[in-house]
């Protein structure tokens, strides 16, 4: 295997359809620096702690310009793209803003926008954050209804995650929810 040495200058070199790999968990928990590396026209933030890198998502590149990577994704984002919305989520999730800050409530805003199209990721950690009650109150029943959204998508995590709600809900409870995801559906669709 060829040993990749990064430039620590930056270029502007990325074809269009590249990939920007964006590693925050150092960087999200104020732990170690955030270090830019350029490697084959691709750029990759790396995150190092303790000699680990964390890799949390990945954005599409659209070539160069002057605007930052996380703008071109707004952009995308606010015209109605649903893969840029589902990224956008994932950022103010992970604390990829800058300064790291987390904002639960504007991950939640962007992975609804993306699940309302049908996007299954989206709809998965929109099911999660009514799990874990980031960004909005907790509410298994709601959890199950996005899950079983995206799992009727195909989504193996989610079917994961929604049998796993199932077990902490009552039957009244399930019924609900059950109620509910068969309206998501109606008006959604099945993740994809």
Sequence with gaps: MEEIVPSKEPRCSAPSGGVF???GYAAAIGLGGVNWYFLSGASVNICRTCGVCVVIFSLPLSG?????????????ATAGDKSAQTNLGVIYENGGTVGGQWDYAEAVKWYRMAAEQ????AQTNLGLMYDKGDGVPQDYAEAYAWFFVAATGGSINAEKYRDTVKEILTAEQLAEAQKRANELFEKYGSGN
């Excluded at 049908?118 to 990721?121: E, F, L, S």
């Design 21 to 23: 790999v964006y590693a």
């Design 64 to 76: 160069c310009s002057s605007k930052t990577e996380f703008e071109r994704t707004v952009e995308r």
């Design 118 to 121: 049908g996007d299954a990721k």
